[in-house]
Every structure is written in C-alpha cells, then in structure tokens.
C-alpha cells in the first residue's frame, strides 16, 4: 500500500429510480448536482433501470470526471444480493453489469448492492465479471435493524478497506476484490443522519471519522441518494426513520452541499472517486 499524508474522500451517491418522487426531477438533479458540486470527484452507484432512464445526465457526470458504479438492476425486493444463488448473482451482476455499460460507455468497476446487500457469491460473481471493489459493507454499524440489508456480521467486519475472504465478505481473505467500507461510529456516515442531527453534529461525526481515517490510514466514506432532494409524489410509503428526516428537499440540498465543501476543503482530505483510491491501496 502507498503511505499517503492526505486522507481519502469517497463521495458516493445511490442512484435508483424511486417510484414515490417526481421522474423528472430525479434526471434534473443530477444535472443540478454536478453543476454545485464543481470539481469534487463522485462515485455514483446506479442501477440500470436508472442508467438507463437517466443515461443522459449520467453521461455528462462521466464527462465532468465522476465515476459510475453497480447498483445491481432494479432495488426490487427480488434484487437482493445476499439471498441469491451463486448462479443468480452471476446472471444478475452480469445483467446489470451489461445494461449499465451499454447506456453510458463504461464498464462498471465498483459495486454496492441494493440497500447493501452482498454475499460470497455475490463476490465471487463481482471477481468473474471485473470487478475491483464492494462497497456493501458497513462495519460496527449498530443501527444495524434500519437498513433492510443490513447484516449482524457488520458489528465484526474489519475497518477501512480490506480483501474479503472467499467464504465470507466480513472476513479478511484473499479474494482479489476490495471491501471499501461506509465509515460509521455505531450510526452510519449518511446524509439521514444528517436530516436528523443537523449539519454541526454531521462536521463533528466527519472530524471524529478524519481523526481514526489518520491513524488506521483509511478513507472517508459518504453516502447519500440523488431522489431525496425531489419531490414525494405520494406519502405512506416512506420506512419509520424516514418520516423523522428534515423534509424540505431545498434545505436537504443545501446541508449536502455545504458538509461536502467543509470536508472537501479540510486541509489533509484529498477527495477522489472510488477507482482513484483503490489504484493508490495496490
Ligand atoms: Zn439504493
């Protein structure tokens, strides 16, 4: 591994089509986003129904140096990546796999499953069809009942990035693929916990990932979805935590926005897209 003085920062998005908020918005958005966000390096995980229906905008991310990663085919219910066969991950993650680089001319290298579903044969499959990294891990995260694929074996995952083992991705193996986990502190490193502590505790949360990202020599990693800036289109259907977020999609922006540019700009970060940092962890 490159000893590096800088911290990495890993900005990574969701891009799935969400069936309860405005379409249109969730193309524009993307346009909007990578106009505010200037030259801060993202990695956007999309589906390929959205890669598909937002191939335009996705394109022009690419253009402005971001990076497209897998969010498997469509984040139904049936598009769980810890429940599926060997031989349904491999025709799932070659689908989609296939579908995405159709649509926007690249070939994804990174991978994070629908609500962070993965498994050994969901690896083993990311291996056979070039895959570099996963990012559906997120280690020591004790919330761990709100995410609808979160895992008990995320309280033992190792830290930072790690090779999974063949028999199990929260274990250190030899499988040539990267975990890149979400940082968390009990409570994970996204932009929810952010709509409910506000934007002081989310610089606070950051200084505190920046000062343990310094001794380990780990990154940063940030997640947050492109359709929770829209507009809901029909209420109900929202998980319980949900409902407590900030609702107003223009304040939501604008948290985003200025915690990205407090971490972008703290000196010692260095923000990339996922590609970039795991050239420097070979
Ligand atoms: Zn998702």
């Known amino acids: 591994m490159i000893i590096t003085k800088t911290v990495p920062l890993l900005v990574t998005v969701d891009v799935e089509v969400a069936s309860d908020h405005d379409l249109d918005e969730q193309a524009q958005i993307l346009d909007q986003l990578r106009c505010s966000l200037n030259n801060l390096p993202i990695t956007w995980f999309c589906t390929a129904v959205a890669a598909e229906q937002f191939s335009a905008p996705l394109r022009r991310l690419i253009l402005a140096g971001h990076e497209i990663g897998c969010h498997g085919v469509d984040h139904s219910p049936e598009d769980d990546y810890r429940?599926?066969?060997?031989?349904?991950?491999?025709?799932?993650?070659?689908?989609?796999?296939?579908?995405?680089?159709?649509?926007?001319?690249?070939?994804?290298?990174?991978?994070?499953?629908p609500r962070m579903t993965t498994s050994r044969y969901t690896q083993a499959a990311l291996v056979t069809h070039g895959y570099h990294a996963d990012f559906s891990v997120c280690a020591q995260r004790a919330d761990f009942f709100i995410s609808g694929g979160a895992e008990l074996?995320?309280?033992?995952?190792?830290?930072?990035?790690?090779?999974?083992?063949?028999?199990?991705?929260?274990?250190?193996?030899?499988?040539?693929?990267?975990?890149?986990?979400?940082?968390?502190?009990g409570v994970p490193f996204l932009s929810g916990v952010l709509y409910l502590?506000?934007?002081?505790?989310?610089?606070?949360?950051?200084?505190?990932?920046?000062?343990?990202?310094?001794?380990?020599?780990?990154?940063?990693?940030?997640?947050?979805?492109?359709?929770?800036?829209?507009?809901?289109?029909?209420?109900?259907?929202?998980?319980?935590?949900?409902?407590?977020?900030?609702?107003?999609?223009?304040?939501?922006?604008?948290?985003?926005?200025?915690?990205?540019?407090?971490?972008?700009?703290?000196?010692?970060?260095?923000?990339m897209t996922a590609s970039t940092f795991l050239k420097q962890q070979r």
């Open 153 to 185: 074996f995320w309280l033992f995952a190792p830290r930072g990035a790690y090779h999974p083992s063949k028999n199990s991705p929260f274990q250190r193996g030899e499988l040539p693929l990267f975990v890149v986990n979400l940082s968390s502190l």
């Open 197 to 271: 502590g506000g934007l002081r505790l989310m610089q606070a949360f950051f200084l505190a990932l920046l000062a343990e990202a310094r001794r380990r020599r780990g990154a940063i990693v940030y997640l947050f979805h492109s359709y929770e800036f829209t507009s809901l289109t029909h209420l109900g259907r929202q998980p319980w935590h949900q409902r407590l977020y900030l609702s107003d999609r223009p304040r939501r922006y604008e948290m985003n926005l200025a915690l990205l540019n407090y971490m972008s700009t703290y000196p010692g970060v260095q923000p």
């Open 83 to 113: 429940r599926m066969s060997p031989e349904g991950a491999e025709a799932a993650l070659g689908e989609a796999t296939h579908r995405i680089a159709r649509v926007v001319g690249l070939r994804p290298r990174c991978f994070r499953g």
